[in-house]
């Protein structure tokens, strides 16, 4: 099996910084893509805004919302992505969510995984 602990949300001001952190634990083969959601009261998870997400290989891709301001990166070593956020707004107030995709070995066979985070929650005051 495989999770996801994310970690890094608060409260902070317009124009401020913060840096989530998505850290994947488990029996890992490879990470082949992390993504990030956004999802603010009254949606669903799954339905919730693809922020920013990056497959091995490519480059990251952004929604428009947050081009310009968020970047994400990831440490292959450590299993971790890192969505830095950069003058902060307050539509960006939501709950953060990082989506891990690989394969994973389960002491038999290497399997795919698809799994999410609990989730952080993110505040950003006018």
């Known amino acids: 099996q495989v999770q996801l602990a994310e970690s890094g949300g608060g409260l902070v001001q317009t124009g401020g910084s913060l840096k989530l952190s998505c850290a994947a634990s488990g029996t890992i083969s490879r990470i082949s893509r992390m993504g990030w959601y956004r999802q603010t009261p009254g949606k669903q998870r799954e339905l919730g805004e693809l922020?920013?997400?990056?497959?091995?290989?490519?480059?990251?891709n952004y929604a428009d919302s947050v081009k310009g301001r968020f970047t994400i990166s990831r440490d292959n070593a450590k299993n971790t992505g890192y969505p830095q956020m950069n003058n902060l707004k307050p539509d960006d107030t939501a709950v953060y969510y990082c989506n891990g995709q690989g394969i994973y070995h389960d002491g038999s066979y290497y399997r795919p995984f698809n799994d999410w985070g609990q989730g952080t929650q993110v505040i950003v005051s006018s």
């Open positions: 922020v920013a997400d990056m497959a091995n290989g490519e480059s990251a």
